[in-house]
């Protein structure tokens, strides 16, 4: 911009318009979804090992599991799975960081530099205002905000797995290593430019944002969560016996001080699980699966959307067509993929997935084979799913 020097992108619009987007908010909509992922973009060279340790990608059905480096939010893993998948999206993002490094070397006034993070059509929503150029009085429009994307990632789905935090509990831990302490949050706390504490649990603090990228709407995106009442208790009796923590402070902990760590995520509707607001179709689910006091439960389609189901996968008929069943209709009369989620049930040495597809209460299967990748257990369950509904409608017709 002509009044500070920073940078901006010029788009080439019809008419001779142009659009110009500030690099600092380019890297806010399209970086800007967690706080960890921008610390680690505005911290030069960026690594690879500084956003994901190990990425398993099945080309043939689009999927990706990626394991997220530490201290990262899941909120970000769509973002690190285009970096990871699409080398120009690599190049937007380290960009950012290496931008800052050459101006800081050649002693310039530091503004970060930005690109899109892939190359071809898309379609923008951005809310700004229309300036001025000579004669023209609608010229360049100036963008505020960018709002929506339609750019499509290059994944179909993506399971992502998030380390135990430093100290936490582990089946694999001996017990020696002290567990950071958990504490409320003070009414009033403030966020400090300190570093924060060794001994305290980070945690993550999510506020609600519209969904900033269409392509993601109907696609799968999920982690594993482990479900456990009991956990939950204690847990809470512990937090609220402890003093309230009245400092906060961005960034890796380095001190001894009262300071939380705490990392900022966008959220669409939900941080993960939770027993008092899963789906109404669940619910019963739910209640069978915690009578069991001798299993081990794991979620495996924690989600943001409402913490606990994912779209159901599509099955296409003989015919090539997209099979009817997959879709209900929502509070709005507009039809949409039915929901599903996957448990994993541990009784000794017995595993087996439970899918609950949204149908009226719940349609339960059990998954025979359990050392398939989860996206093809998922896909079975649905095409079984759709041929038990045909069985049904002809034995209404009989």
């Not at 030069?44 to 990706?64: F, K, V």
Request: aromatic share 8%; glycine share 6%.
């Amino acid at each position: 911009m002509q009044c500070t020097q920073s940078y901006c992108v010029v788009v080439a619009l019809p008419d001779g318009r142009r659009l110009v987007i500030p690099c600092m908010e380019l890297i806010r909509f399209y970086f800007g979804s967690s706080s960890g992922l921008v610390s680690r973009l505005f911290s030069p060279p960026l690594q690879r090992e500084s956003l994901y340790s190990r990425a398993e990608h099945d080309l043939a059905a689009g999927h990706i599991v990626l394991h997220l480096a530490e201290r990262l939010s899941g909120a970000s893993a769509a973002d690190i799975a285009r970096i990871h998948l699409d080398s120009r999206a690599w190049r937007a993002a380290a960009l950012v960081g290496t931008s800052l490094l050459r101006a800081s070397t050649s002693q310039q006034a530091i503004y970060p530099q930005a690109v899109f993070p892939f190359e071809g059509e898309t379609d923008l929503q951005a809310s700004g205002q229309w300036l001025s150029f000579g004669d023209q009085p609608r010229a360049s429009f100036l963008v505020y905000s960018l709002r929506s994307c339609s750019h499509p990632f290059p994944f179909q789905s993506l399971q992502y797995e998030v380390p135990l935090r430093h100290g936490a509990p582990d089946a694999t831990n001996s017990g020696s290593k002290p567990k950071p302490a958990s504490a409320p949050e003070g009414k009033d706390q403030s966020l400090i430019e300190r570093d924060a504490s060794n001994r305290l649990t980070p945690k993550t603090r999510r506020f609600q944002g519209d969904q900033r990228f269409p392509d993601l709407i109907p696609k799968s995106i999920w982690r594993r969560a482990s479900i456990s009442p009991e956990e939950f208790i204690q847990s809470r009796k512990r937090y609220l016996a402890k003093q309230a923590i009245a400092a906060a402070a961005v960034g890796d902990p380095g001190s001894e001080q009262r300071i939380r760590s705490v990392e900022f995520a966008t959220a669409i509707q939900s941080a993960g699980p939770d027993l008092m607001s899963a789906p109404e179709f669940l619910r019963p689910v739910l209640l069978n699966l915690l009578q069991a006091t001798d299993a081990k439960i794991e979620l495996l389609t924690c989600s943001d959307h409402d913490g606990w189901t994912i779209p159901i996968p599509l099955v296409v008929d003989e015919d090539g067509e997209i099979d009817q069943r997959l879709f209900t209709p929502d509070a709005d009369s507009r039809t949409r993929l039915r929901r599903v989620a996957a448990f994993e049930i541990r009784r000794h040495d017995q595993l087996e997935r439970l899918i609950a597809i949204e149908d009226g209460l719940a349609h339960q299967a059990v998954a025979s084979n359990t050392s398939a990748p989860l996206p093809e257990i998922l896909r079975r369950a649905a095409m079984d799913y759709c041929a038990l509904r045909v069985e049904q409608v002809g034995e209404a017709d009989s």
